[in-house]
């Protein structure tokens, strides 16, 4: 305690964001993989598991659009803590009796999931705006590449846990003993934080909530297409292939996955080094369009390799790696060159309309991965189909990305 009382206001305050944003995340990567685990358990189809995440997806897209507006006149960090109370009832929802867990009930606790992730991380990222000098970006890329890249190792801990927590206590023990946990984080936040970070002084009208900045909106565009080049096969029918497919037990798919999305964020917090922190430098327009580039080639070969007969284990093990490597650098640009983009009074309706593009791409993912890999019979061939539309999503970013701005480089403060 003697130490956090001798740093600065505006570091425990990011301690605090960074700590709540952990704390959640580990949540919401356990439920994801405990409903796709337990509902494939029960026989559901992969479109029917895609349908659960359906108002997931949809109310992630609304909140966000909304959730900027909201915390441009309530503060940041208010929301973060709305954020958090919905994350606890969405758990809560699922402890009732089996014979309750219907289709629409899982979907309304979804949506309610849903909604509280995305204030949870509008808010965390917007606050980082705020936390840093304007002169800094070099800090400022940092400071976010650390909360996002913690973020996603915590996510892939928490498919782990999920899966874990499934096979030791069943559905029901694992969700209760999330909301026990993520109460206690909530009741603390609710005493550590600062209630008026981030409010605008000039309150922004409703209609503020559509951005009007071309670059962050080329941004926003960019960013759909590749969170929906992801999901298209990574929320669906990649865990449903492994399982059943591979024949892989739920441990084992939950802890691959759990790896993966560890190691996917521990590249993200290196993206400074990466980028051009050795060169005095903090990326531009440019950067990322070259790195969509790269990406845009690894779903094509991993889907030439299953073709060819290539061992499908070895052939996604090796393919995910590369890909989760590339994808972590680019979802790390494009955090960063957010935050850098949007103004100062009012961050949050920038960065809000921004993961709304996030969430509507997500959106178009989870659905196209679970009717893709149905339509096109399962298996190694539905795989295929959903990588295939997976690469194509992925030019359409590279396109996107042609028109950002090029700026002159920053000192790396």
């Known amino acids: 305690m003697t130490m956090l009382s001798q740093l600065s206001p505006a570091i425990r305050q990011y301690l605090v964001v960074t700590g709540n944003y952990w704390a959640f995340t580990l949540t919401d990567g356990a439920l994801r993989m405990l409903v796709v685990l337990h509902f494939h358990g029960l026989g559901y189809s992969p479109l029917e598991i895609a349908l659960l995440f359906l108002f997931y997806e949809i109310f ?17 960090n208010r929301i973060m803590n709305i954020g958090l109370g919905l994350q606890v009832v969405a758990l809560a929802m699922l402890l009732v009796p089996p014979a309750w867990l219907t289709v629409p009930w899982v979907m309304t606790a979804q949506a309610l999931s849903g909604i509280a ?7 965390a990222k917007s606050s980082i705006k705020l936390l840093v000098p304007s002169d800094a970006q070099g800090t ?4 976010v590449a650390i909360l996002t890249g913690s973020k996603n190792a915590l996510k892939g801990a928490g498919f782990f846990l999920g899966g ?5 206590l069943g559905f029901a023990g694992a969700v209760g003993a999330m909301v026990g946990a993520l109460t206690l984080v909530w009741l603390l936040s609710l005493v550590l934080l600062k209630k ?21 909106n080329i941004l926003s565009a960019a960013r759909m297409c590749l969170f929906g080049a992801r999901d298209v096969w990574f929320v669906v029918a990649l865990p449903v292939f492994l399982s059943q497919t591979l024949g892989w037990t739920h441990t084992q ?8 999305v560890i190691g996917y964020g521990l590249v993200q917090a290196m993206a400074p080094r990466i980028t051009g922190k050795a060169a005095g430098r903090v990326p531009e327009g440019r950067v990322a369009t070259v790195w969509a580039a790269g990406l845009a080639v690894l779903p094509v070969l991993i889907a030439l ?25 680019n979802s790390s640009l494009h955090s960063y060159l957010i935050v850098s983009y949007a103004g100062s009074d009012g961050v949050s309706l920038d960065v809000g309309f921004y993961y709304m593009a996030n969430a509507l791409g997500r959106l178009i993912g989870t659905l196209l991965s679970g009717w893709v890999f149905q339509l096109s019979g399962q298996g190694s061939s539905g795989l295929q189909a959903c990588l295939w539309i997976s690469a194509g999503m992925l030019a359409l970013t590279v396109l996107v990305s ?10 790396m403060g």
């Open 164 to 168: 874990a927590l499934l096979m030791g």
């Open 60 to 76: 992630g897209v609304m909140t966000n659009l909304v959730g900027g507006w909201l915390g441009a006149h309530l503060g940041l």
């Open 402 to 411: 042609l028109g950002l701005p090029r700026r002159q480089p920053f000192s």
């Open 196 to 216: 008026d970070l981030g409010k605008a002084k000039n309150k922004p009208k409703f209609r503020d909530i559509f951005s009007k900045s071309g670059a962050i």
């Open 305 to 329: 390799g299953l073709m060819a007969g290539f061992d499908p284990a070895w052939t996604l093990i090796g393919g995910l790696l590369l890909f989760g490597a590339v994808f972590a650098i």
């Open 253 to 260: 798919t939950g802890g691959f996955l759990a790896l993966w």
């Open 140 to 143: 400022l890329y940092k400071w």
């Open 117 to 123: 992730k995305d204030l949870n991380k509008m808010s």
